[in-house]
């Protein structure tokens, strides 16, 4: 049986996650991983966020048909793989899409706790507001 909320809905069954991350971080090197619930309007109900330590493009597009294999047994999910670099300058820019769907309250996985150096921007709300 699944676990239901009190609304009625179906909730998360966190063992299916569980079972999800190992099959990723098998295949491809994995700094972070998000876990994302998805809205009404998404095509997805959880959308998972990886955080690659690989920075080279072409070795991606070579594990990438490789991790649509394991996501394709788990309908329910999506996937979106970046590089940790690039999700870094993202987060320096003040990427409205990486600040609110990569936060710690979301990470269902990190490889190393030690370093754990995150390129969250300095608070400035001028340049945030600009660009919105």
């Known amino acids: 049986m699944e676990p239901v909320s ?3 809905k179906k909730k998360l069954d966190i063992h299916i996650v569980n079972e999800i991350v190992p099959k990723l971080t098998d ?3 994995v700094d ?5 619930k998805g809205l ?3 095509s997805f109900k959880y959308r ?3 955080i690659t330590k690989i920075g080279v493009r072409r070795i991606m597009d070579r594990i ?3 991790i649509h294999d394991i996501m394709a047994q788990y309908p ?4 979106k793989v970046f590089t940790l670099g690039y999700a870094n300058e993202q987060l320096q820019q003040a990427n409205l899409f990486f600040l609110n769907h990569c936060h710690a309250d979301k990470l269902v996985y990190i490889s190393d706790k030690k370093d754990c150096t995150w390129a969250y921007p300095e608070q400035n709300i001028q340049a945030v507001c600009e660009k919105a």
């Open 76 to 79: 329910d999910f999506t996937c």
């Open 27 to 29: 295949v491809v090197e």
């Open 6 to 8: 009190h609304t009625g």
């Open 40 to 42: 009404q309007h998404h």
């Open 32 to 36: 972070r991983i998000f876990l994302n």
């Open 64 to 66: 990438w048909p490789v």
């Open 48 to 50: 998972l966020i990886l």
